[in-house]
């Protein structure tokens, strides 16, 4: 859709409709400062959160906007010289006497961030960004952040006019200013600014000004006229017996402008974190700009705020209907305002997931049954949204982050969403994420639908998949409880594998690049689970080897801190790349029946620099150890005795005695070997680059033994090394 609007700055607003009304409290009581019962009134006629409205583009009917409901934080950034002891709500209402009490629409906030970022248009501060007088504010900007961050996508024909902000104003007769968050630091702080934009500078006249805020009469529908009454006081207060009110006497009304993404500079693809207003004489600082750089948060630089504004035009800021956008009603069926990670949400709009037992009256395996589901690219297939709700589901939109939480919608969530078990099928289609986190439940991403995932960068991050692990081992492998990917995946910038939980790899992958396990432990349980990757860096954890050729031939092993298990119990084969020691480090062979075994194949390492201090440790290794007398740890020298190798164990470095040098083979050490007495074995190479246990030749009774028992038990030779595929 591609529309031509005739306006300079923002739409007027010319009519509002409201989502319900509000909820009948009629014996709330406090007493105020000056000593007089305080009695909230919500009548049903009051409403209580705002639903669309119709913009002025000049036409007949004029545009409809509905609210697409994102989530965002509200934050008054202020001058740290005044506490801000003095706040003011204003609430809508009669005379201010006992005998007509006061009409709230809603719930009184007790936060001035609350009142800032109400749908509720009878809620607000009275004159925001006043800083001078009695009733100092000391507020120098608002803002409004959306930490997963909003992205007008190209996609559909979707356009940055289709999509706005809508403020309000008591009396509409205020000016302002609006700026998009570019950037924003791990703690929410603002970095970057785009354009500042001043409304309604240009308008005053007299001492009065028009602001194109439109009709002031969009309160039509509020108790009494939308007649204001101003409550007072402190912030530390929240028992509210520190209030005192006032009423404003007038018939105050409210008028609205809608501004677009296409105003606020947002070019297609953009990422923006929210907004920020600002007073109306910011244009004095900055050169006319938005704060930015060293001084964008010094809210006490009066080069860069503000500082002395009295009570006026500049300083309103009464309601302006925060944290809410707004979408053109018949728009795209897929939003623009995709958050950078969209959540597996299958009810629409509604808390959570899925409906939970209280709301839905559904059993735990009716929940499971309704979290499962195929994830494709079909725009129908709307299955995205938040974690608790407040958005339309939508389509996937490609490399944003895909996000599990199992229908919990928060913490103190009755059912214990750690232990749902559902399945999301990638069907028919090729889906691009920059990432895969999986916040609680037993997940299982399937690929019976033909489907396969591509992870891919954005930006320069490498993609992740992060299993969150928050109930202790509720999610290990001891339990059978993983996230799970039969899915193929592709790509071609790696993986990061982040958190505690465990994940176990089923598919055919292709998946190139480096798979840095960064936290929490991987089970490879296909051929070529990673089967394309270039390099594994083990930083923590255990990577488990559960199907042979799981690894790519010449994919490198560095050690930085996890270590291996191979716990398939059947004959396991692997050939990999080179191994690089950077921290201590095991090995586990596992356990498995005698005459199955257990083959690990890694490329000539002697070139590869180990750091001289750690070990790799050798733990349940069943083979055959070495009892050359003459056999020396020299690389490439091996005495005419020499003997040992084969068994149900074998690990090699390449195909002969010169696979590690003299000073690595000193790295490594066999702890308890089977068939030999308990303790620590030094390495030795053979002629075929097999490592095997020096050992005293008096412990080769039981090894013999064992190995003519092994031998007549199956007849079978010892397999000879070969270069095995995986």
């Given at each position: 859709?591609?529309?031509v609007?005739?306006y300079?700055y923002?739409?007027?607003i010319s009519?509002?409709?409201?989502?319900?009304?509000?909820?009948?409290?009629?014996?709330?009581?406090?007493?105020?400062?000056?000593?007089?019962?305080?009695?909230?009134n919500?009548?049903?006629?009051?409403?209580?959160?705002?639903?669309?409205?119709?913009?002025?583009?000049?036409?007949?009917?004029?545009?409809?906007?509905n609210?697409?409901?994102?989530?965002?934080?509200?934050?008054?950034?202020?001058?740290?010289a005044?506490?801000?002891?003095?706040?003011?709500?204003?609430?809508?209402?009669?005379?201010?006497t006992?005998?007509?009490?006061?009409?709230?629409?809603?719930?009184?906030?007790?936060?001035?961030?609350?009142?800032?970022?109400?749908?509720?248009?009878?809620?607000?501060?009275?004159?925001?960004f006043?800083?001078?007088?009695?009733?100092?504010?000391?507020?120098?900007?608002?803002?409004?952040?959306?930490s997963?961050?909003?992205?007008?996508?190209?996609?559909?024909?979707q356009?940055?006019?289709?999509?706005?902000?809508?403020?309000f104003?008591?009396?509409a007769?205020?000016?302002?200013?609006?700026a998009?968050?570019?950037?924003?630091?791990g703690?929410?702080?603002?970095?970057?600014?785009?354009?500042?934009?001043?409304?309604g500078?240009?308008?005053?006249?007299?001492?009065?000004?028009?602001?194109?805020?439109?009709?002031?009469?969009?309160?039509?529908?509020?108790?009494?006229?939308?007649?204001?009454?101003i409550?007072?006081?402190?912030?530390?207060?929240?028992?509210?017996?520190?209030?005192?009110?006032?009423?404003?006497?007038?018939?105050?009304?409210?008028?609205?402008?809608?501004?677009?993404?296409?105003?606020?500079?947002l070019?297609?693809d953009?990422?923006?974190?929210?907004?920020a207003?600002?007073?109306?004489?910011?244009?004095?600082?900055?050169?006319?700009?938005?704060?930015?750089?060293?001084?964008?948060?010094?809210?006490?630089?009066?080069?860069?705020?503000?500082?002395?504004?009295?009570?006026?035009?500049?300083?309103?800021?009464?309601l302006?209907g925060?944290?809410?956008?707004?979408?053109?009603?018949g728009?795209?069926p897929?939003?623009?305002?995709?958050?950078e990670?969209?959540?597996w949400?299958?009810?629409g709009?509604?808390a959570?997931?899925t409906?939970?037992?209280?709301?839905?009256?559904?059993?735990?395996?009716?929940?499971?049954a309704?979290?499962?589901?195929?994830?494709?690219?079909?725009?129908?297939?709307n299955?995205?949204?938040?974690?608790?709700?407040?958005?339309?589901?939508?389509?996937?939109?490609?490399?944003k982050?895909?996000?599990?939480?199992?229908?919990?919608?928060?913490a103190?969530?009755?059912?214990?969403?750690?232990?749902?078990t559902y399945?999301?099928?990638?069907?028919?289609?090729?889906v691009?994420?920059?990432g895969?986190?999986?916040?609680?439940?037993?997940?299982?991403?399937?690929?019976?639908?033909?489907?396969?995932?591509e992870?891919?960068?954005?930006?320069?991050e490498?993609?992740?998949?992060?299993?969150?692990?928050?109930t202790?081992?509720?999610?290990?492998?001891?339990?059978?409880?993983?996230t799970?990917?039969?899915a193929?995946?592709?790509?071609?910038?790696?993986i990061r594998?982040?958190?505690?939980?465990?994940?176990?790899?089923?598919?055919?992958?292709?998946?190139?690049?480096?798979?840095?396990?960064?936290?929490?432990?991987t089970?490879?349980n296909?051929?070529?689970?990673?089967?394309?990757?270039?390099?594994?860096?083990l930083?923590?954890?255990?990577?488990?080897?559960?199907?042979t050729?799981?690894?790519?031939?010449?994919?490198?092993?560095?050690?930085?801190?996890?270590?291996?298990?191979?716990?398939?119990?059947?004959?396991?084969?692997?050939?990999l790349?080179?191994?690089?020691?950077?921290?201590?480090?095991?090995?586990?062979?596992?356990?498995?029946?005698?005459?199955?075994?257990?083959?690990?194949?890694?490329?000539?390492?002697?070139?590869?620099?180990?750091?001289?201090?750690?070990?790799?440790?050798?733990?349940?290794?069943?083979?055959?150890?070495?009892?050359?007398p003459n056999?020396?740890?020299?690389?490439?020298?091996?005495?005419?005795?020499?003997?040992?190798?084969?068994?149900?164990?074998q690990?090699?470095?390449?195909?002969?005695?010169?696979?590690?040098?003299?000073t690595q083979?000193?790295?490594?050490?066999?702890?308890?070997?089977?068939?030999?007495?308990?303790?620590?074995?030094?390495?030795?190479i053979?002629?075929?680059?097999?490592?095997?246990?020096?050992?005293?030749?008096?412990?080769?009774?039981i090894a013999?033994?064992?190995?003519?028992?092994?031998?007549?038990?199956?007849?079978?030779k010892?397999?000879?090394?070969?270069?095995v595929?995986?």
């Amino acid at each position: 859709m591609v529309m031509v609007l005739s306006y300079s700055y923002a739409l007027q607003i010319s009519s509002v409709t409201f989502e319900a009304t509000g909820p009948n409290i009629t014996t709330t009581d406090f007493e105020t400062t000056n000593g007089t019962d305080f009695n909230l009134n919500t009548g049903s006629a009051n409403p209580l959160s705002l639903q669309s409205l119709i913009a002025d583009d000049g036409s007949v009917s004029g545009l409809q906007y509905n609210i697409l409901d994102l989530p965002f934080d509200v934050t008054l950034q202020r001058s740290a010289a005044d506490t801000t002891s003095n706040i003011q709500f204003f609430i809508t209402g009669g005379a201010g006497t006992d005998a007509n009490p006061y009409d709230v629409a809603g719930e009184l906030s007790i936060t001035m961030e609350e009142a800032y970022n109400s749908r509720n248009l009878a809620v607000g501060v009275e004159n925001m960004f006043s800083n001078s007088g009695s009733t100092d504010k000391n507020v120098e900007r608002v803002d409004y952040i959306y930490s997963g961050g909003i992205t007008a996508r190209a996609a559909e024909g979707q356009d940055t006019d289709e999509y706005g902000f809508a403020f309000f104003e008591r009396d509409a007769n205020n000016n302002f200013g609006i700026a998009a968050i570019t950037g924003i630091d791990g703690d929410n702080n603002v970095t970057s600014f785009g354009d500042l934009i001043m409304f309604g500078e240009n308008d005053v006249t007299g001492g009065d000004t028009d602001l194109n805020w439109g009709p002031d009469n969009l309160g039509g529908s509020l108790t009494n006229n939308g007649n204001f009454a101003i409550l007072n006081g402190d912030t530390s207060d929240t028992s509210f017996d520190d209030f005192s009110f006032a009423s404003t006497g007038t018939g105050q009304d409210i008028g609205g402008v809608f501004i677009t993404f296409e105003e606020l500079g947002l070019s297609q693809d953009q990422t923006i974190f929210g907004y920020a207003i600002f007073a109306g004489d910011q244009d004095d600082k900055n050169g006319g700009n938005a704060p930015s750089g060293a001084t964008i948060n010094d809210f006490d630089n009066d080069s860069v705020y503000e500082q002395s504004s009295a009570a006026g035009i500049d300083t309103g800021g009464d309601l302006y209907g925060g944290g809410v956008i707004f979408q053109l009603d018949g728009g795209p069926p897929t939003s623009i305002l995709d958050p950078e990670g969209f959540y597996w949400d299958l009810n629409g709009s509604r808390a959570g997931a899925t409906d939970d037992v209280e709301n839905g009256g559904l059993t735990e395996a009716q929940q499971d049954a309704q979290l499962t589901d195929i994830w494709t690219n079909n725009a129908s297939d709307n299955h995205w949204g938040s974690k608790n709700g407040g958005i339309e589901t939508n389509g996937w939109a490609d490399n944003k982050v895909a996000i599990f939480a199992a229908g919990s919608t928060d913490a103190t969530n009755t059912r214990d969403a750690q232990n749902n078990t559902y399945t999301a099928t990638v069907q028919n289609d090729l889906v691009k994420a920059n990432g895969i986190r999986v916040e609680d439940g037993n997940l299982t991403i399937d690929s019976s639908g033909g489907g396969g995932i591509e992870l891919n960068t954005v930006s320069t991050e490498v993609p992740f998949i992060e299993v969150q692990n928050n109930t202790g081992d509720i999610k290990t492998r001891a339990n059978g409880r993983a996230t799970k990917i039969s899915a193929p995946i592709s790509g071609t910038a790696g993986i990061r594998k982040l958190g505690d939980g465990d994940l176990i790899l089923r598919g055919n992958n292709t998946v190139s690049g480096t798979y840095s396990q960064e936290a929490g432990n991987t089970e490879l349980n296909s051929v070529n689970a990673l089967g394309g990757i270039n390099t594994i860096d083990l930083q923590t954890g255990t990577l488990f080897l559960n199907a042979t050729n799981a690894i790519n031939d010449t994919g490198n092993m560095v050690l930085n801190g996890g270590n291996i298990t191979v716990v398939d119990n059947f004959d396991h084969s692997d050939t990999l790349g080179t191994l690089t020691l950077n921290e201590d480090s095991i090995i586990d062979m596992g356990t498995r029946p005698v005459g199955q075994e257990s083959i690990i194949n890694f490329a000539d390492s002697e070139s590869v620099a180990w750091v001289g201090d750690k070990q790799w440790s050798i733990v349940n290794w069943s083979g055959i150890g070495s009892t050359d007398p003459n056999a020396s740890y020299d690389a490439g020298v091996n005495g005419p005795g020499i003997n040992g190798g084969g068994g149900r164990d074998q690990i090699y470095f390449g195909n002969s005695n010169t696979g590690l040098t003299t000073t690595q083979l000193q790295q490594i050490k066999f702890i308890n070997p089977e068939g030999y007495a308990p303790g620590t074995y030094a390495a030795i190479i053979l002629a075929d680059g097999e490592i095997v246990p020096l050992v005293p030749e008096a412990q080769t009774v039981i090894a013999l033994v064992a190995l003519l028992f092994w031998a007549l038990l199956y007849r079978r030779k010892r397999w000879s090394h070969v270069s095995v595929a995986g």
